[in-house]
Nanobody, 124 residues
Framework: QVQLVESGGGLVQAGGSLRLSCAAS????????MGWFRQAPGKEREFVAVISLSGGTIYYADSVKGRFTISRDNAAKNKVYLQMNTLKPEDTGVYYC????????????????WGQGTQVTVSS
């Protein structure tokens, strides 16, 4: 089992940047694929970016390609990051970190563990 805690959200102007972090508990962090998802008010939770156990496989949603970068630190920090650049108002939402055993998936329902989320608000 793994527990996830997100941080780094906040209010930023359009065009700005934020870096989200997700700290994972447990000594088997490197056994889990990790992902970032988001949910805007009144909308369903959606895939943003996912990364495989080793970091060798990464998928991005088309809406964030070229602007967001997902990375992970398996060595000691047990963390996954989401660097968000050139933010847009449509990036506003609660961002969730997720984990699953096995390959990374872009479908929300395939993920087993979720953090509480961190709010990201991008003003125009």
């Amino acid at each position: 089992q793994v527990q996830l805690v997100e941080s780094g959200g906040g209010l930023v102007q359009a065009g700005g940047s934020l870096r989200l972090s997700c700290a994972a508990s447990g000594r088997t962090f490197s056994s889990y694929a990790m992902g970032w998802f988001r949910q805007a008010p009144g909308k369903e939770r959606e895939f943003v970016a996912v990364i495989s156990l080793s970091g060798g496989t990464i998928y991005y949603a088309d809406s964030v390609k070229g602007r967001f970068t997902i990375s992970r630190d398996n060595a000691a920090k047990n963390k996954v990051y989401l660097q968000m650049n050139t933010l847009k108002p449509e990036d506003t939402g609660v961002y969730y970190c997720a984990a699953r055993l096995g390959a990374p998936k872009v479908v929300v329902t395939f993920w087993d563990y979720w953090g509480q989320g961190t709010q990201v608000t991008v003003s125009s």
